[in-house]
């Protein structure tokens, strides 16, 4: 039999910075929540009398602040009991679900204390004043101060022996014990405090220290993360978080599929992209994860692995597992473009876009269980390709990815400019020609889509294609003519002018 291990030990530098920020957000969290209570119940007018008559004969020792502001350290002490993630998710969550559970009675039952005024000097007042600042004012019953003490006695105490859970208890017990002789809580906010953290770390800690349920938490963690990383990228990323939490709420464990299949797949994006930098090249990480994706062997637990895993997994059919396979390696063909300088005439630089986009419409309209599917609007899979290539020209063209058809990239090497230069290709007569067929070629695949949405009016889904639609509409009408004006003196032109190269049309 393997021995116990230590009651205190140094976590991991990795497990510490997770076990580290999770104990600071409980902070922030805290203090939002009770301060925030405690601000409300400022405007109340009424208290109810909890007190005991023999209470007043209990007396007031500033000696046991001491005692009273312990409960932090004993708090802290938590980050060398629990040096893993896992091991603090339980117990971070019992005194989140307290601190809820304690502000809701501030709110419904406010306590009016019958302690006399306090007058604290000499050698004891600074360590008094620090004790009477943490409690902040009113928030008395249940004492969160007991029920975190208590929840941390408890908590410390079942990986520890009889010695230390004897210790732990008696120090719990010295913090409730202060909070009376300091005159912060009357008894009955110290027994409700501790009935709180008895009840709460009974019903949390089975059911949070779950595999099943930390290996879904990490999940959500991971699509936080990945969502946060692409907002600061850029800020449409945040408005489709803010969407995929919307679309998500009312099916939360139904919808992960969705969270985790967009985090995957924009990670994937972003990493042949080069705008997640990676300790080797793109091409040989995007191969080692398509490996792992074909044989259903994932070799780690990586964050993109662990949303890949979790992605297939949860799609639920061979077919789509097959088109985020395809999706990947349709994908990867971006990287070969720059890495072999790669041109790609105007039809084949189409195709290549349509197929992105029939695939990642298609598992995200898959995904949402709707009706439609990404075939029964081609005109809208052709405006996407159209509106990416544009959106992102500038981006793509510091990167070396052309999106550009190799026919016009020619012709503007023949003005002796360089297409890959993106003040190049808009100031040449060919980019520009360019430019302006594709902005009409544009508007016409706009209309023929909102025809063909219309004729899917009824089925489940097209509310969905509606708003893409609705959106590429907004970048051709406004965000793409504020940048390049030009093309609003062109809205008109529906072909190249006489001479210029047609890429394509």
């Not at 009357?186 to 800690?205: E, I, K, N, P, S």
């Not at 072999?340 to 269980?369: I, K």
């Not at 100031?427 to 063909?452: F, I």
């Amino acid at each position: 039999m393997s021995a116990s291990p230590p009651l205190f030990g140094w976590p991991p530098r990795d497990e510490l910075r997770l076990t580290g920020s999770m104990a600071f957000g409980f902070a922030l969290f805290f203090l939002l929540v009770y301060g925030g209570a405690s601000a409300v119940t400022g405007f109340y007018t009424w208290g109810v009398r909890v007190d005991l008559p023999f209470e007043r004969h209990i007396p007031f020792v500033p000696a046991w602040a001491a005692v009273y502001v312990s409960m932090d350290l004993l708090l802290l002490l938590s980050l060398l009991v629990f040096r893993t993630w896992r091991e603090m998710v339980p117990f971070v969550l019992a005194l989140c679900l307290e601190t809820v559970l304690g502000a809701a009675c501030f709110l419904v039952l406010p306590v009016e204390v019958a302690w006399p005024p306090r007058e604290v000097s000499g050698g004891w007042a600074s360590v008094f004043f620090l004790a009477d600042t943490m409690n902040l004012e009113r928030n008395y019953l249940p004492s969160l101060h007991v029920a975190f003490a208590c929840t941390a006695a408890l908590a410390y105490g079942e990986r520890g022996g009889w010695l230390a859970r004897s210790l732990f208890a008696l120090w719990a017990t010295a913090i409730a014990a202060s909070t009376l002789l300091i005159h912060e809580h009357h008894l009955a906010d110290v027994l409700a405090g501790a009935l709180l953290a008895w009840g709460t770390w009974r019903v949390v800690a089975p059911r949070a220290s779950r595999a099943g349920f930390l290996d879904a938490l990490r999940v959500e963690a991971l699509c936080a993360r990945e969502l946060y990383l692409f907002s600061r990228r850029h800020l449409r990323y945040l408005l489709i978080a803010l969407g995929l939490y919307r679309y998500s709420l009312p099916r939360w464990r139904a919808t992960r599929v969705a969270r985790a299949g967009f985090c995957f797949l924009q990670r994937v994006d972003d990493v042949l992209d080069g705008d997640r930098p990676i300790d080797r090249e793109p091409l040989e990480w995007v191969d080692a994860l398509l490996v792992q994706m074909e044989t259903g062997r994932w070799s780690d637990e990586g964050s993109a692995s662990t949303l890949g895993r979790v992605f297939l997994a949860e799609l639920g059919d061979d077919g789509a597992r097959a088109e985020a396979l395809q999706l990947v390696r349709t994908m990867r063909k971006d990287r070969v473009r720059v890495r072999e300088r790669r041109e790609l005439e105007a039809e084949a630089l189409r195709a290549h876009h349509r197929d992105t986009f029939r695939l990642s419409v298609g598992l995200m309209l898959h995904v949402a269980g709707v009706e439609v599917r990404a075939s029964d609007s081609p005109a809208l899979l052709e405006a996407f390709g159209w509106c990416s290539t544009m959106r992102d020209l500038r981006e793509d063209l510091d990167k070396g990815l052309l999106n550009v058809p190799s026919e016009v990239s020619r012709a503007v090497r023949a003005e002796g400019m360089d297409p890959l230069r993106y003040e190049d290709l808009v100031g040449s007569v060919a980019g520009r020609a360019w430019m302006v067929a594709e902005y009409a070629r544009a508007r016409a695949l706009l209309n023929q889509a909102a025809v063909e949405l219309s004729a899917l009016e009824g089925r489940s889904g097209v509310s969905l294609l509606r708003l893409f639609h609705r959106s590429i509409e907004g970048f051709w009408a406004k965000r793409l003519p504020r940048r390049l004006p030009f093309l609003r003196e062109a809205t008109a032109v529906s072909s190249w002018p006489s001479g210029a190269p047609t890429g394509g049309q």
